[in-house]
């Protein structure tokens, strides 16, 4: 990605939210300069992983496949008095964030606002098997704490207000329609780089074609 398509992803996604009256905290507006001066006090928020990421999951299109994700709080595997997170995914009309699992965490993931969040589910099949997508098995799992179950590739559609809750070793897929969409994600402790399992390795990286006006959460390295 180009990091002119970075910057400019993270302000769509904050002026959606200012259009759908989610209102991010403070620091999601920090510069790349204000974050310096407060190096000394952020150790915490840089350590769990607080702020912005912007992604096309190295599929070179990222108003097809996509998301701006937002870190409001984490807590860490090694720190049992915060064992959760809560995020932001904001999402373009259209755009797929594409299919994976999580080994840990189990994640309520809610439509905040905007259009209907469709979520593509499928089991998986055993570490022994591979990983692979159970093609054939009835997904079960809970709706607003509602039991529903779906055929395999079954897609629910999360109106606005309503949740999901996905389990590990669930695979999953969502996409915008009817209009860009803000997510929510509340779950255990957020790990991208350990608890993530996608069905295609992606392996991203940015184009300096422009200053850095918005740092990402993985980019918090001072001077």
Same mark, same amino acid.
């Given at each position: ?17 200012? &259009?759908?009256? #989610?209102?991010?905290?403070? #620091?999601? #507006?920090?510069? *790349? ?17 607080? =702020? ?12 097809? +496949?996509?998301?701006?994700? #937002? ?9 049992? =008095?915060? *064992? ?7 999402? !373009? ?11 840990? &965490?189990?994640?309520? +993931? ?21 990983? !692979? ?11 607003? =704490?509602?039991?529903?179950? @779906? ?5 629910? &559609? @999360?109106?606005? =207000?309503?949740? +999901? ?16 969409? +803000? ?41």
């Amino acid at each position: 990605m180009k990091r002119s398509l970075v910057n400019s992803s993270i302000e769509w996604a904050m002026d959606l939210c200012k &259009k759908e009256n #989610f209102n991010l905290p403070g #620091f999601a #507006f920090w510069t *790349p300069e204000e974050w310096a001066a407060k190096e000394a006090e952020t150790g915490r928020m840089r350590e769990v992983g607080l =702020g912005w990421d912007v992604t096309d999951y190295a599929s070179g299109n990222f108003d097809k +496949i996509g998301a701006v994700l #937002f870190t409001m709080r984490n807590g860490s595997l090694e720190d049992p =008095g915060r *064992p959760y997170c809560e995020k932001m995914i904001a999402m !373009k009309d259209g755009q797929i964030l594409p299919c994976h699992f999580h080994y840990e &965490k189990t994640e309520d +993931i809610i439509n905040r606002a905007g259009g209907t969040l469709c979520v593509q589910v499928w089991n998986s099949t055993s570490k022994e098997d591979g990983y !692979k997508v159970d093609e054939k098995s009835d997904v079960h799992l809970y709706c607003d =704490g509602i039991a529903v179950t @779906v055929p395999a590739g079954g897609v629910i &559609k @999360v109106t606005n =207000g309503n949740s +999901i809750t996905l389990t590990p070793y669930v695979y999953h897929l969502f996409y915008a329609e009817g209009g860009d969409v +803000i997510v929510g994600e509340v779950s255990k402790v957020n790990d991208d780089a350990a608890d993530n399992h996608f069905t295609k390795e992606m392996h991203l990286t940015i184009d300096e074609d422009e200053p850095v006006r918005h740092l990402l959460c993985g980019g918090y390295v001072m001077e």
